[in-house]
């Protein structure tokens, strides 16, 4: 082997992104409460009323998992009754990008 030949070794998925993208896409939900986001929706007892079939435990748990990812933000108001509303991150708007890629390549698969 010469001095310019080159070794390549092994490229791995990048697992972190590739577990998000996993879990949100395994989640049922998550689609769905991007839409109501976008909608201007982003209370939680409004989002179980808006859609049917969504209960609050697992919308919480979906809410729950996108603010550990970092693509929701959650934002508690100090008031009697409780006020929560969730909103985007800034990494979430790339991440949310990347998701209508990856729409926009499954419509090109199915000729759309």
């Known amino acids: 082997m010469t001095s310019q ?6 490229k ?3 697992q972190s992104s590739a577990r ?3 879990t949100i896409y395994g989640c049922k ?4 409460v991007y839409q109501l986001l976008h909608a201007g929706i982003n209370r939680p007892g ?3 009323r ?3 079939g969504l209960s609050t435990k697992v919308l919480n748990q979906c809410l729950k998992r996108n603010v550990e990812f970092g693509i929701l933000d959650k934002q508690v108001f100090n008031e009697l009754p409780p006020r929560v509303e969730y909103q985007v991150t800034p990494f979430g708007e790339k ?4 998701l209508e890629q990856l ?8 000729g759309e």
């Open 5 to 10: 030949e080159k070794k390549f070794s092994r």
């Open 12 to 14: 791995l998925a990048p």
């Open 20 to 22: 998000m993208v996993e």
């Open 29 to 32: 939900w998550s689609l769905t």
């Open 46 to 48: 409004e989002m179980v």
């Open 50 to 52: 808006q859609v049917e």
């Open 95 to 98: 991440f949310l990008a990347i």
């Open 103 to 110: 729409e926009a390549l499954q419509m090109e698969i199915d």
